[in-house]
């Protein structure tokens, strides 16, 4: 089956535009499910002979001290169970809400497709996107499962690498990085298309998984050229996108710094500013990025259902 990627480009394009309402879904995406991003401001040094700071054991007896005075209290533990209990609210709460968004863009697609345009509102694909919920969270905790073993030997190819010193860390970047960058692309495609066959096709879980590989495997010229195509608007979007949050977050960034070489007093307003500026950049950065979540997730599910020759 002959696919034209540019017509689906085109289709995806003009089907973001038209049903503006699923840039709110686009919004808590981009807001919520856009990953993360580890950065490390530690300096390794390959060399073991380096001594501490004369105060270092001093330093540290008190630092152990005082926390072990503070364990003891029963306050300490109510504040961590406390802030557990936050934290997997969050947690639930973001996959609810990153699961129904992206349930719901799949369905109005589907809708779409089907000449079903009356079904495409906001409230109607939230409510109908919950019969779809368990299936995501089993087949979230599975593929979690699937990548664990992976993730593990990473990290432990890179700790030793780093606590032994016997390849260098440029050694052990060179071998692990590229591994790492397409293992997780290779997962995040798997994944995606396991995702698609859910809810266009409202297969069991676990043959979601096993028909998302033979999908990918059977038709990798077609991702590949899918993925390409994509790559055209991605990288248009992303400058300027790019272009656009430096603008905001320049002004921000300059006040910040200038407050911080103050007084104490202005060093406090400082980091608030700082604060409220990364929280203000990320509510502008996933708004003007939810038009082109949903064109990405609307291109992506239109493809699929080619593939799959169900819509």
Not at 36 to 58: C, D, H, I, Q, W
Not at 61 to 76: A, D, G, Q
Not at 258 to 276: E, V, Y
Request: glycine letters at 6%; aromatic letters at 16%; a positive charge.
């Amino acid at each position: 089956m002959k696919i034209d990627y540019f017509k689906l480009l085109r289709e995806s394009a003009l089907f973001a535009w038209k049903y503006k309402i699923l840039w709110i879904y686009g919004f808590f995406l981009a807001l919520l499910g856009g990953g993360l991003n580890y950065n490390s401001n530690a300096n390794f040094r390959g060399t073991r002979t380096e001594k501490f700071p004369v105060n270092f054991n001093t330093d540290m007896h008190r630092s152990l001290t005082w926390l072990e005075e503070i364990t003891k209290s029963s306050i300490f533990w109510i504040i961590i169970l406390f802030l557990i209990i936050i934290g997997l609210l969050l947690i639930v709460i973001i996959w609810y809400v990153t699961r129904v968004s992206k349930i719901s863009l799949m369905k109005a697609v589907i809708f779409d497709e089907s000449g079903e345009k009356e079904e495409i509102r906001f409230l109607n694909l939230w409510k109908k996107s919950h019969k779809f919920l368990v299936k995501f969270l089993v087949y979230d905790i599975l593929w979690l499962f699937i990548q664990l073993p992976f993730i593990i030997f990473l990290v432990i190819l890179i700790g030793f690498g780093f606590v032994t010193f016997q390849f260098g860390i440029v050694a052990i970047l060179c071998i692990t990085v590229p591994f790492i960058l397409c293992f997780f692309i290779l997962a995040r495609i798997l994944k995606g298309i396991g995702e698609r066959l859910l809810v266009v096709r409202g297969s069991k879980v676990i043959e979601c998984i096993k028909s998302s590989f033979n999908l990918f495997f059977e038709n990798i010229s077609k991702f590949t050229v899918a993925w390409l195509c994509a790559l055209i608007p991605g990288c248009v979007v992303s400058l300027i996108f790019f272009f656009i949050l430096m603008i905001s977050v320049f002004p921000i960034i300059l006040v910040t710094t200038t407050l911080l070489l103050l007084t104490p007093a202005t060093q406090i307003i400082g980091i608030a500013l700082l604060i409220f500026g990364i929280f203000i950049t990320m509510l502008i950065s996933s708004l003007l990025q939810s038009p082109f979540v949903v064109f990405k997730e609307t291109y992506w599910t239109k493809f699929i259902s080619q593939i799959i020759n169900t819509v």
